[in-house]
Nanobody, 121 residues
Framework: QVQLVESGGGLVQPGGSLRLSCVISGSFDRIYKMDWYRHAPGKERELVASINDSGKMIRYADSVKGRFTISSDNAKNTVDLQMNELKPEDTAVYYC??????????????WGQGTQVTVSS
């Protein structure tokens, strides 16, 4: 059973920083891609950042470019999101997602339970 567990959310003032972490555990053969999404009340779920297994393909939503940095550690099966210069509009529940391959079941997308980020003074 694959599990994704996020941590690092919280309350921060505008202009502050937070670092989110996601640990992927369980039985599988390969992680193809890892993403961070966010979902704010009344808004569509948004892809914030994405990184592939080699770390060479990285992309960001326009709204976070220059402020957020995604990184991964393949040896530890973790993906982090460093968030700087946070704005009130960054307030949302942040979710980790991974595209994972298992030789027994094929490829599938797995989600974490989410972590709340609130940017407010």
């Amino acid at each position: 059973q694959v599990q994704l567990v996020e941590s690092g959310g919280g309350l921060v003032q505008p202009g502050g920083s937070l670092r989110l972490s996601c640990v992927i555990s369980g039985s599988f053969d390969r992680i193809y891609k890892m993403d961070w999404y966010r979902h704010a009340p009344g808004k569509e779920r948004e892809l914030v950042a994405s990184i592939n297994d080699s770390g060479k393909m990285i992309r960001y939503a326009d709204s976070v470019k220059g402020r957020f940095t995604i990184s991964s550690d393949n040896a530890k099966n973790t993906v982090d999101l460093q968030m700087n210069e946070l704005k009130p509009e960054d307030t949302a529940v942040y979710y980790c997602k991974a595209l994972i391959y298992d030789v027994r079941t094929g490829s599938g997308n797995y989600w974490g339970q989410g972590t709340q980020v609130t940017v407010s003074s």
